[in-house]
């Protein structure tokens, strides 16, 4: 991903409310395979991590774009954006 596309999946983040909320439990299966469905549906998906998650944002945003074959876009805070281009017809987000 270059830093033109990078900026601009930035901007659009930037408009969006996070969708999920990570807290005292983490990183569970059943969160990873939810971000992976809404990666499915919408391509860019904006996460909060809550104070009482002891983990660091940084490191829960790699692990999750592992698993979910998806890239960092930023981690600004305790707020994480991923981003996986949809199939070819699914497509809602068109990079520069």
């Known amino acids: 991903m270059t830093s033109k ?3 601009y999946l930035k901007g659009l983040a930037m408009n969006t409310e996070p969708i999920f ?9 059943e969160l990873t395979k939810a971000v992976d469905e809404a990666l499915a549906a919408r391509e860019l998906v904006k996460i909060s991590v809550l104070q009482n998650c002891a983990d ?5 945003a790699s ?14 805070g305790k707020k994480i954006v991923l981003y ?3 199939k070819d ?8």
Do not use: C
Not at 56 to 60: G, I
């Open 56 to 60: 660091d944002p940084h490191e829960l």
């Open 5 to 7: 596309q990078r900026a």
């Open 84 to 86: 996986r281009e949809g």
């Open 89 to 96: 017809k699914k497509k809602k987000i068109t990079l520069p």
């Open 63 to 76: 692990i999750l774009s592992e698993r979910t074959r998806s890239q960092v876009v930023q981690v600004i």
């Open 21 to 29: 909320q990570m807290g005292k439990a983490s990183l569970t299966p």
